[in-house]
């Protein structure tokens, strides 16, 4: 059984900083891509930031400059760091993985059960 868990959420004001962490648990054997979705109520959910193995990273053009996606990939964890948050980046934000266990030997994605992020005018 695969888990992804975050933390991290809550209430800031705007112009303040949060880090959200997530924590990846289970039979794993490896993990490719790790990214971070939100989705705002009402609105579709939409990639955030997104880290595959070897370092690179892509980021929405709406949070660039702003934020800032890493991982450890000995300790399976992934992070967003968000500086400068703004009203609009008030969501539910979700971890999300390609991952490989080891029952299956194939690849699967998976997700998270969110974290509230809210940022007060």
């Known amino acids: 059984q695969v888990q992804l868990v975050e933390s991290g959420g809550g209430l800031v004001q705007a112009g303040g900083s949060l880090r959200l962490s997530c924590a990846a648990s289970g039979s794993i054997s490896s993990i490719d891509a790790m990214a971070w979705y939100r989705q705002a109520l009402g609105k579709q959910r939409e990639l955030v930031a997104r880290?595959?193995?070897?370092?690179?990273?892509n980021y929405d053009d709406s949070v660039k400059g702003r934020f800032t996606i890493s991982r450890d990939n000995a300790e399976n964890m992934v992070y967003l760091q968000m500086n400068s948050l703004k009203p609009e980046d008030t969501a539910v934000y979700y971890c999300n993985a390609d991952l490989r266990t080891m029952e299956a030997g194939s690849w699967g994605n998976y997700w998270g059960q969110g974290t509230q992020v809210t940022v007060s005018s």
């Open positions: 880290i595959v193995s070897g370092g690179w990273t």
